[in-house]
């Protein structure tokens, strides 16, 4: 199993950059929102359906149902674009297309648990005609709902495919995505597919989870699971028999993280590759042995596991679903970066990311520069709050720590640390200059990486195998051989270097997702981004539950 996100889940990451130019650009005028020309070449005679309504009936409806004004700004546009012909109705019934939409929308409710979105009167008037194929006499009928489903597909759309929180609010400035509704539904009701997962403006990632969701929701109706009791200093390995084995396997079984059927009390073949898999998946060293960490991790409620997925998904509304073939993501929860390439993951390397008081923003930007031999220009909060009482303690403390005062800000003294095999940096950085001074970077702290959680930096990010990455970012420029990488690594004085192509880098934070082999994977919530997101998403009684 590769332990890292699903490769076709990031392939939407990289098109945000794009974004980012444009948002920064504050010169740049906004395009006036233009709506479709009516196509008054549609008529009775040549339309799909034979049902139509008139302005009159839209404008009363819009008066009558009071909806935001973007809503109602696109009921207008979407019936006088196609002539006032119904959309969701033809003479037969409810057509192909609002049988579609219906699904999706409850679908959307049982997974998402969403009541906000819940409307009692349609769906009182929509279980007549799902259940009932032929049409009441009455048209107004017929064209009211029709209109009410438009309406709520406008409501649906923007929660479904957008996200229904701001994505600055939590500490997220990857651009958000825009879902152009009145667009997406002119190409719902025109969808032929029976595929309309194809046709859902959600990129992979969310798909793959989503049929996680699935499956959990599932446990949750019939009850979830029970906990499991281990003694807190036993620990179980294969060839091992206990009765407590038997509950591992029905509860692994019922996750279908192990193979139906097996109920023994030994801990067999099966079982150690079935554990060393959900070990990976939940971020821990593949040891195969069962231990009372690893059961704490199992013994999660599944209605917790759930709010943690609809957490994610929510993440995940906010990303596009174009992908873009090369990028560098960090997924801070994982501890580990991903470099892809041409849509497959390139090498995945273990990183240390910033402490939950000095937390690694979550941004996206380009990453321009390589740094060899770097000094170390010490930021004003670790002079202030480190080192000048270092220096009161112990007067030699610069020239021990190979440090000099370069001059003097905001009443600090100015202070970088030289080029060295002790340099805070190691011997080289990535920059992709941003407002957070935020980079990737080597350390001699190496002992680090062996950890399994690994938040210990300021809040930069330091990279296991900083020789790796700075070979294959120049691996364009024949001139930096692993040679020349090496010497310039170990300069008395930093050397820039430019890539030839900026790379996209995006820092992220998921807690939840499914992997390239359809694993679902969870991760601490290291900064506490999915407990604030609780308290926008979920009931009190339901934040609760996340911490």
Same mark, same amino acid.
């Given at each position: 199993?590769?332990?890292?996100?699903?490769?076709?889940?990031?392939?939407?990451?990289?098109?945000?950059?794009?974004?980012?130019?444009?948002?920064?650009?504050?010169?740049?005028?906004?395009?006036?929102?233009?709506?479709?020309?009516?196509?008054?070449?549609?008529?009775?005679?040549?339309?799909?359906?034979?049902?139509?309504?008139?302005?009159?009936?839209?404008?009363?409806?819009?008066?009558?149902?009071?909806?935001?004004?973007?809503?109602?700004?696109?009921?207008?546009?979407?019936?006088?674009?196609?002539?006032?012909?119904?959309?969701?109705?033809?003479?037969?019934?409810?057509?192909?297309?609002?049988?579609?939409?219906?699904?999706?929308?409850?679908?959307?409710?049982?997974?998402?648990?969403?009541?906000?979105?819940?409307?009692?009167?349609?769906?009182?008037?929509?279980?007549?005609?799902?259940?009932?194929?032929?049409?009441?006499?009455?048209?107004?009928?017929?064209?009211?709902?029709?209109?009410?489903?438009?309406?709520?597909?406008?409501?649906?759309?923007?929660?479904?495919?957008?996200?229904?929180?701001?994505?600055?609010?939590?500490?997220?400035?990857?651009?958000?995505?825009?879902?152009?509704? @009145?667009?997406?539904? &002119?190409?719902? *009701?025109? !969808?032929? #597919? /029976?595929?309309? %997962?194809?046709?859902?403006?959600?990129?992979?990632?969310?798909?793959?989870?989503?049929?996680?969701?699935?499956?959990?929701?599932?446990?949750?109706?019939?009850?979830?699971?029970?906990?499991?009791?281990?003694?807190?200093?036993?620990?179980?390995?294969?060839?091992?028999?206990?009765?407590?084995?038997?509950?591992?396997?029905?509860?692994?079984?019922?996750?279908?993280? @192990?193979?139906?059927? &097996?109920?023994? *009390?030994? !801990?067999? #073949? /099966?079982?150690? %590759?079935?554990?060393?898999?959900?070990?990976?998946?939940?971020?821990?060293?593949?040891?195969?042995?069962?231990?009372?960490?690893?059961?704490?991790?199992?013994?999660?409620?599944?209605?917790?596991?759930?709010?943690?997925?609809?957490?994610?998904?929510?993440?995940?509304?906010?990303?596009?679903?174009?992908?873009?073939?090369?990028?560098?993501?960090?997924?801070?929860?994982?501890?580990?970066?991903?470099?892809?390439?041409?849509?497959?993951?390139?090498?995945?390397?273990?990183?240390?990311?910033?402490?939950?008081?000095?937390?690694?923003?979550?941004?996206?930007?380009?990453?321009?520069?390589?740094?060899?031999?770097?000094?170390?220009?010490?930021?004003?909060?670790?002079?202030?709050?480190?080192?000048?009482?270092?220096?009161?303690?112990?007067?030699?403390?610069?020239?021990?720590?190979?440090?000099?005062?370069?001059?003097?800000?905001?009443?600090?003294?100015?202070?970088?640390?030289?080029?060295?095999?002790?340099?805070?940096?190691?011997?080289?950085?990535?920059?992709?200059?941003?407002?957070?001074?935020?980079?990737?970077?080597?350390?001699?702290?190496?002992?680090?990486?062996?950890?399994?959680?690994?938040?210990?930096?300021?809040?930069?990010?330091?990279?296991?195998?900083?020789?790796?990455?700075?070979?294959?970012?120049?691996?364009?420029?024949?001139?930096?051989?692993?040679?020349?990488?090496?010497?310039?690594?170990?300069?008395?004085?930093?050397?820039?270097?430019?890539?030839?192509?900026?790379?996209?880098?995006?820092?992220?934070?998921?807690?939840?997702?499914?992997?390239?082999?359809?694993?679902?994977?969870?991760?601490?919530?290291?900064?506490?981004?999915?407990?604030?997101?609780?308290?926008?998403?979920?009931?009190?009684?339901?934040?609760?539950?996340?911490?």
């Amino acid at each position: 199993m590769k332990n890292v996100f699903s490769t076709t889940g990031f392939l939407s990451l990289a098109v945000c950059i794009t974004l980012v130019s444009g948002c920064r650009n504050a010169s740049t005028p906004k395009k006036e929102k233009t709506f479709p020309e009516k196509d008054t070449a549609i008529t009775v005679h040549n339309s799909f359906s034979q049902l139509f309504m008139d302005s009159a009936q839209v404008e009363a409806f819009i008066n009558q149902s009071r909806p935001d004004t973007a809503t109602g700004s696109n009921l207008r546009a979407f019936y006088n674009s196609r002539n006032y012909q119904f959309a969701w109705f033809d003479s037969s019934g409810l057509n192909e297309q609002g049988k579609t939409f219906w699904n999706l929308y409850n679908s959307y409710l049982h997974l998402s648990k969403d009541s906000s979105l819940f409307d009692k009167a349609l769906g009182d008037k929509m279980a007549v005609f799902t259940q009932d194929s032929v049409l009441p006499v009455d048209h107004s009928v017929i064209a009211q709902t029709d209109m009410d489903l438009t309406r709520q597909f406008f409501v649906y759309a923007k929660v479904a495919y957008n996200g229904r929180l701001d994505p600055t609010d939590l500490q997220w400035f990857i651009p958000r995505k825009k879902v152009d509704a @009145l667009a997406l539904l &002119d190409s719902l *009701v025109g !969808y032929k #597919s /029976t595929d309309i %997962a194809v046709w859902e403006p959600l990129n992979p990632m969310y798909q793959s989870l989503r049929k996680k969701l699935v499956l959990y929701n599932t446990i949750a109706d019939k009850g979830g699971w029970q906990p499991i009791i281990i003694d807190k200093n036993k620990t179980l390995r294969q060839g091992d028999s206990a009765s407590i084995i038997t509950a591992i396997k029905q509860r692994l079984q019922l996750t279908e993280d @192990l193979p139906q059927g &097996d109920t023994s *009390v030994i !801990y067999d #073949s /099966t079982l150690v %590759a079935a554990v060393k898999r959900t070990q990976q998946s939940l971020g821990m060293k593949a040891t195969g042995t069962l231990s009372k960490t690893l059961i704490d991790a199992l013994n999660i409620p599944v209605k917790q596991r759930i709010s943690q997925m609809l957490i994610n998904l929510e993440r995940m509304r906010w990303l596009p679903e174009t992908p873009t073939p090369d990028k560098i993501v960090v997924n801070i929860p994982d501890f580990t970066i991903h470099v892809f390439e041409q849509n497959k993951v390139v090498f995945s390397m273990p990183i240390v990311v910033g402490t939950e008081a000095n937390s690694t923003v979550i941004f996206s930007d380009q990453l321009k520069y390589i740094v060899f031999s770097p000094y170390w220009n010490v930021p004003p909060s670790i002079v202030r709050k480190e080192i000048l009482p270092a220096m009161k303690r112990n007067s030699n403390y610069l020239a021990k720590h190979n440090m000099e005062v370069t001059g003097q800000s905001g009443g600090l003294p100015v202070i970088r640390q030289k080029p060295g095999a002790d340099n805070s940096l190691g011997h080289v950085k990535f920059l992709f200059p941003n407002n957070y001074n935020i980079y990737f970077h080597d350390t001699p702290s190496k002992s680090l990486f062996s950890r399994e959680k690994r938040a210990f930096s300021h809040g930069c990010i330091r990279l296991s195998d900083p020789v790796r990455m700075a070979t294959y970012l120049l691996r364009d420029q024949p001139q930096w051989t692993i040679q020349k990488i090496n010497e310039a690594m170990r300069l008395r004085k930093e050397k820039w270097v430019t890539l030839t192509k900026p790379v996209p880098v995006f820092i992220t934070y998921f807690t939840s997702w499914a992997d390239d082999d359809g694993v679902l994977n969870f991760r601490d919530d290291v900064y506490g981004h999915d407990r604030e997101m609780a308290k926008h998403l979920f009931t009190q009684a339901d934040t609760a539950t996340l911490k």
